[in-house]
């Protein structure tokens, strides 16, 4: 009974999980689909997702402003605006001068400023989900080792019942003799 209650939990919690996606919105009321300023909504995943790089505002409908970029426009650019990339940031000029017998050639490269790529941590509901996951495949694992524990039980105990049936002579007709004989020692004593 108990491996059932916990298959009830984890049909219970799966339900859940499945239908969390389709019901989420974010925490914002008066914007579309609940998402607030500096994210937007992701129909693929169904939830607000952070805007990329170098947008920021409701629904990610804004370029980061000069002289900021980078994720929610948290970095400073040190260059002239007409260098400043809303994602990447400042954008070096370097010169190449190459030796050729050909006169003097200079080449221009672009080179980005790149900037540490941010980790997302997960939130809590992230860490919920996992949790809720974990005890569900828990609770599927015990259940089957239940299931086959019981199958091989019935297994075993149907034939401990055949090897435990001996046969032996029917004591009806030796009882039928002990009631006789104490019958005729009663009728002559």
């Known amino acids: 009974m108990f491996c059932v209650e916990h298959f009830i939990?984890?049909?219970?919690?799966w339900i859940y999980t499945v239908f969390k996606g389709s019901a989420t919105q974010g925490p914002c009321?008066?914007?579309f689909k609940g998402c607030c300023p500096g994210s937007a909504w992701d129909s693929q995943n169904q939830k607000c997702e952070q805007c990329m790089q170098g947008f920021t505002g409701e629904n990610c409908?804004?370029?980061c402003p000069y002289p900021t970029y980078g994720r929610d426009c948290q970095e400073l650019c040190n260059c002239s605006k007409d260098i400043c990339d809303v994602i990447t940031g400042c954008q070096s000029f370097t010169t190449?001068?190459?030796f050729s017998l050909l006169p003097d050639e200079t080449t221009t490269k672009m080179a980005e400023n790149s900037t540490d790529s941010e980790i997302e941590k997960p939130t809590d509901?992230?860490?919920?989900?996992i949790y809720i996951k974990l005890i569900g495949y828990i609770d599927l694992v015990l259940f089957c080792l239940y299931c086959a524990v019981s199958?091989?039980?019935r297994k075993t105990n149907k034939t401990v019942d055949?090897?435990?049936?001996v046969f032996r002579?029917?004591?009806?007709?030796?009882n039928i003799e002990i009631d006789f004989f104490q019958a005729l020692e009663n009728q002559y004593t």
């Open 162 to 165: 055949i090897h435990a049936i």
């Open 29 to 31: 009321k008066n914007s």
């Open 169 to 174: 002579p029917n004591r009806v007709y030796e």
């Open 9 to 13: 939990l984890f049909i219970f919690f």
């Open 61 to 63: 409908s804004s370029a």
């Open 125 to 129: 509901n992230d860490i919920l989900l």
């Open 96 to 98: 190449d001068n190459r």
């Open 151 to 153: 199958i091989y039980d």
